[in-house]
């Protein structure tokens, strides 16, 4: 049992960067794939980036790779997202999630396998 707790967001002119953190109450190192999701009313929940146990494999989404980096700090339970260069089509909900004892495989990116998700956090890019 963990709970993920998520901070970081908030309103940037496009071009700019934000730090999404994400802090576990469990042992991530039980937890296989921690991940990064988002969600807008345009748009269904897509997996944005992910990282396994000890970083050994990393997934990005086409639309972010090059942008956005995923990190981890193992010794105080957390995950990060940096996000560079924004676009008004960054704009949503931004959900830390966790797929218990997974790979980040090439389904990485399934919401049905994500076993626990955080609160979210709003990212705004507008001008």
């Known amino acids: 049992q963990i709970h993920l707790v998520e901070s970081g967001g908030g309103s940037v002119q496009p071009g700019g960067s934000l730090r999404l953190s994400c802090v576990a109450s469990?042992?991530?190192?039980?937890?296989?794939?921690m991940s990064w999701f988002r969600q807008s009313p345009e748009k269904e929940r897509e997996g944005v980036a992910g990282?396994?146990?000890?970083?050994?494999?990393?997934k990005y989404a086409d639309s972010v790779r090059g942008r956005f980096t995923i990190s981890q700090d193992y010794a105080k339970n957390m995950v990060f997202l940096q996000m560079n260069s924004l676009k008004p089509d960054d704009t949503a909900m931004y959900y830390c999630?966790?797929?218990?004892?997974?790979?980040?495989?090439?389904?990485?990116?399934?919401?049905?396998?994500?076993?626990?998700w955080g609160q979210g956090t709003q990212v705004t890019v507008s001008s």
């Open positions: 469990g042992n991530i190192a039980n937890l296989s794939c």
């Open positions: 999630a966790v797929a218990f004892g997974r790979s980040c495989g090439d389904d990485w990116n399934e919401p049905a396998l994500v076993n626990w």
């Open positions: 990282i396994n146990f000890r970083g050994s494999t990393i």
